[in-house]
């Protein structure tokens, strides 16, 4: 699976922007598509998760009620859709999948990553 993550930006406080991972090869359908990002000097952090064939989600505190995680089957695309940005959710972004289906918020789980994208939020 090739993953390529794409709609960052620099945006400001308060507004919106989503995030598409275009999927090519095939993703099986207990296959646990996540994002994750990460902020200069810091570690890598969990964002959001969904399982491909019953769309089950799951968040991160940090984003929960501000972050939808969605997939589009047909068009093999993962998305984020971001509201309400702050200037801590600067970072660079990646999608990730996870063949095996561990449904699990740690990135090592992951088998394949998108080569990230950045959002920028200013004041």
């Known amino acids: 699976v090739q993953l390529q993550a794409s709609g960052g930006g620099l945006v400001q406080a308060g507004n919106s922007l989503r995030l598409s991972c275009a999927a090519s090869g095939r993703i099986f359908s207990s296959t646990v598509m996540g994002w994750f990002r990460q902020a200069p000097g810091k570690e890598r952090e969990f964002i959001a998760m969904?399982?491909?064939?019953?769309?089950?989600?799951y968040y991160g505190e940090s984003v929960k009620g501000r972050f939808t995680i969605s997939r589009d089957k047909a068009k093999n695309t993962l998305y984020l859709q971001m509201n309400n940005l702050k200037l801590e959710d600067t970072a660079v972004y990646y999608c990730a999948a996870d063949r095996n289906g561990q449904w699990s918020s740690r990135s090592v789980e992951y088998d394949y990553w998108g080569q990230g994208t950045l959002v920028t939020v200013s004041s």
């Open positions: 969904i399982r491909w064939d019953f769309g089950r989600t």
